[in-house]
């Protein structure tokens, strides 16, 4: 069955950095684009970003561009985020999908704060 593993997260100060994976199995993660999104408490979900699955074209929101990278491995499954110069409004949960077979990971916990 089609699983999507995130983790990763955790409590970071502002200005860190964090990278999170996301592990893909029960599907051929290589033919399929990738998105991370997000979801604050009292805050509806947020597209983060996507990647296609030759990493042939990557967006961003306009709340993370020129912070956040994504990027996948299609050799080990896994997706990626590297989120830097971190702020209090990135505190979510993060989570990963497959648009095109609509699968959602179960996220993991990002939390920025002194």
């Known amino acids: 069955q089609v699983q999507l593993v995130e983790s990763g997260g955790g409590l970071v100060q502002p200005g860190g950095s964090l990278k999170l994976s996301c592990a893909a199995s029960?599907?051929?993660?290589?033919?399929?684009?990738m998105r991370w999104y997000r979801q604050a408490p009292g805050k509806e979900r947020e597209l983060v970003g996507d990647?296609?699955?030759?990493?042939?074209?990557?967006n961003y929101s306009d709340s993370v561009k020129g912070r956040f990278t994504i990027s996948r491995d299609n050799a080990k499954n896994t997706l990626y985020l590297q989120m830097s110069s971190l702020k209090a409004e990135d505190t979510a949960k993060y989570y990963c999908?497959?648009?095109?077979?609509?699968?959602w990971g179960q996220g993991t916990q990002v939390t920025v704060s002194s």
């Open positions: 990647i296609t699955s030759t990493s042939g074209s990557i």
């Open positions: 999908m497959i648009p095109n077979l609509g699968y």
């Open positions: 029960g599907f051929a993660f290589r033919q399929y684009r």
